[in-house]
């Protein structure tokens, strides 16, 4: 039984966090552009804004006016769809992050379950604009991306599930809650929990060292080879929104979340998740990318045995 | 490092294969094209190692075709060159590519180029210009509408 | 067709055309490969399409006006190129050069190698997926050495400054200043890339025991310069045959152990350290005097034809040069190093994964200018 207040309310809530989606999506393409510039000692986007910072609102105008091409032997349906599927998972994503004390859409109480959950739907639209677009190129790109992806879900889940263990609950603000005294990040357990978490996350939203499926000197551009306009600016906005959800997810679960002496929450909060974001990208631009072997084996033979250790030794260590 | 010099060298072929001959004034092995397989064999062992097939030219003297091979030995620092003298109307010779992978390759531009067929090659087709390509370009009588030559001084 | 497979599901290879335009091939390369999943099993090099008749025009230049053409045959490494020819027309004609000319011909044929190294490496390292940052990181050391050069002759690429005779213009005291700063400058630069790359450990993971040339193949194959050298084969045509000054100078010649990608791309890094020892070393020992020998602008040599190699940064670059009393050579031949090299392509990619062919590409260092002429 909703009443008009609360239709209203979502309402706003959902075009705040649409709002906050988009505007750092944007800010995060300009940052990278200016991070990797300066490692590669040049300057990045100067003319556009001081220092380049309209340069994101100029592409997006400019993919705007681009002409919608489908390629003719595509399975249209499967290829009109795809884009959207790998975009709204990272989006729902956000009912679930707590931004503050009390800035959470809404604080479900299996919302680590439920993030779990999402990670595992983006990759069927990786798949389905591999399959749609009749390209041999796309398809080797979206198979490896499938392959890729649900290796590393289990490193990944394993390592929330010990942060969720430790705190006793499932639900994001208890997490912070119980990190009052001391944030996850220095237990040692944990810390072991934070670099598998880092890598797999990393592996989940394809970025060097582990971008296979977009790997520009194999496959020209992998599963979006075929897209232009919009639809592309989707998928760069997907990956986007899904590197800032696990820098935030990463902040949340091992660094205390929004809490810190005299600023107000939300600003911490703000600083930890970009914080986390910049070493990504720092990663990206410093090392070169590994083989589709070499990575399968690295998640099954390295990743999951450490996980599988660590929980035992979180278990342990709980009801001693 | 022993280094035969190259009078040395032909003298060791020639004591080995009479019907071979040098060109006057060079140490050139002018190998006639039925031998071509056995010299190469030969000298591929020791001692005189010649393992490294360099370079296969092909020249057009008007009334004949020459094919010549640019050889070193990379143990023993000394080269030979040897070449194979083919009539207009009989471009064939046996192929070396099975004992110098090299002349896979080169033996294929010589055949884009100037038509010599080469008998016992694995892939005998053009290489540097199109497949469908008509005619022997490097030849001297080439002609082409697109090729217009310079003045000549 | 195995147990797994029926009549309606069974699995086939499939062919995938890798380029002639595609981020990693170097050039127009068309690499026709037959897949099993992600293994090759087969691949067929297409070449021909910068197929510039070279050879054909050379019979219509004379010897000078053919050197600007020998700048675009490795566009990279023009400075060798223009040396190689230069030093066989010479031979060709029986000319001596000054002492002064041949040992500025050292310090810029060094020069240049450091410039093509750089490239190698740059492109190496982004092929792999090391995206962009070693590869700007080499453009800015390429950089200086393509200003000096700029200087030195008025073009950054294709420099057309090796005369048949000497060279085309003198070192000034100032440009030698520049030089010995790059040096300088250079020097640590390379110890940077040893602890970016070389010695990173996805870079290793993705590069040692890939694409192994054994010793026997490659010499079989007449593959040179630092590939040949990654096998294990000392031979260096500086020391082993040696031109200009290159006796009087002292270097070393790496080498490699397994033959494999890493090992190639190794021999190129020691390579620039031992140019940069050579190149000082040249400056110290640069006599006075003329950098051209008083000889015309056209050359007519007797009948007689002669083959002559240098050591370009890809490998032996050898002229076959037949003249015929007249200025115009009769026949020019011009045997390049990446096409010997590009040919052994085939044999080392059986049986690996697409992503690995890239890098044994890489490693390799081919350029279609050279291979296509």
Known sequence: MLSILTIIWALIVGIIVL?????????????????????????????VGWHGVLQSVADAVKLLLKENIIPAEADKLVWWLAPFIAVVPPVMAFVVLPFGKNLIVKDLNVGVLYLMALSSVSVIGIFMAGWGSNNKYSLIGGMRSAAQIISYELPLILSMIIVAMQAGSLSMQKIVL??????????????????????????????????IPEAESELVAGFHTEYSGMKFAMFFIGEYTNLFIISAIAATLFFGGWQGPVLPGVV?????????????????????????????????????????????????LLIK | MKK??????????????????????????????????????????????????????????????????TLYSIGEHHGVTLKVNLTLEDLNVASVSAIWKSANWLEREVYDLFGVIFS?????????????????????????????????? | MDATQTKDMYTEEFLINMGPQHPSTHGVLSLELKLDGETIRGCTPHIGYLHRSMEKIAENRTFTQFIPFTDRLDYVASMNN????????????????????????????????????????????????????????CFREREKIVEIFDQICGNRLTYNYMRIGGVMADLSGEIIEKIKEFIEYMRPKIDDYDELITYNVIFLARSKHIGVLSKEMAINYSVTGPNLRGSGVKWDLRKDEPYLVYDKLEFDVPVGENGDAWDRYKVRIEEMRQSLRIIEQAIESLPQGDVTVKVGRVHKPSVSETYFRTENPRGELGFYIVGDGSVYPYRLKIRSPSFSNLAVLPELVKDIKVADIVCVLGSFDVLMGEIDR
């Open chain 1, 19 to 47: 709002g906050f989606i988009a505007a750092s999506a944007m800010f995060l393409i300009w940052w990278e552009r200016k991070v990797s510039a300066h490692i590669q000692s040049r300057y990045g986007p100067m003319r």
């Open chain 1, 178 to 211: 119980a990190q009052a005294g001391c944030w996850n990040i220095f237990h040692p357990n944990l810390a072991i929990a934070f670099f598998v978490y880092l890598t797999s996350a990393t592996a989940e939203i394809n970025r060097v060292p582990f971008d």
């Open chain 1, 268 to 316: 911490w909060f703000l600083i930890k998740s970009y914080g986390i974001v910049f070493v990504l990208m720092w990663v990206r631009w410093t090392f070169p990318r590994l083989r589709v072997d070499q990575l399968m084996g690295f998640a099954w033979k390295v990743l999951t045995p450490i996980s599988f250790f660590n929980l035992a030794l979180t278990g342990w």
């Open chain 2, 4 to 69: 035969m010099r190259p009078d040395e060298i032909s003298a060791i072929i020639k004591s080995k294969f009479p019907q071979v001959t040098e060109e006057a004034g060079t140490n050139y092995i002018i190998v006639p094209k039925e031998s071509i397989l056995e010299v190469s064999q030969y000298i591929k062992n020791p001692p005189l190692a010649l393992d490294n097939l360099h370079c296969i030219t092909g020249i057009d003297r008007k009334e004949k075709i020459e094919v010549v091979y």
């Open chain 2, 120 to 153: 016992g090659h694995p892939d005998l087709r053009r290489i540097l210009n199109p497949y469908d390509w008509q005619g022997y370009p490097l030849r001297k009588n080439y002609s082409n509408p697109d090729f217009i030559a310079k003045p000549r001084m």
């Open chain 3, 82 to 137: 223009n040396l190689g020819y230069v030093m066989a027309v010479e031979k060709l004609l029986n000319l001596e050069i000054s002492e002064r000319a041949k040992y500025i011909r050292v310090i810029i044929a060094e020069l240049n190698r450091i410039a093509s190294h750089l490239i190698a490496t740059g492109t190496f390292a982004q092929d792999l997926g090391a995206f962009a940052t070693p590869l700007f990181y």
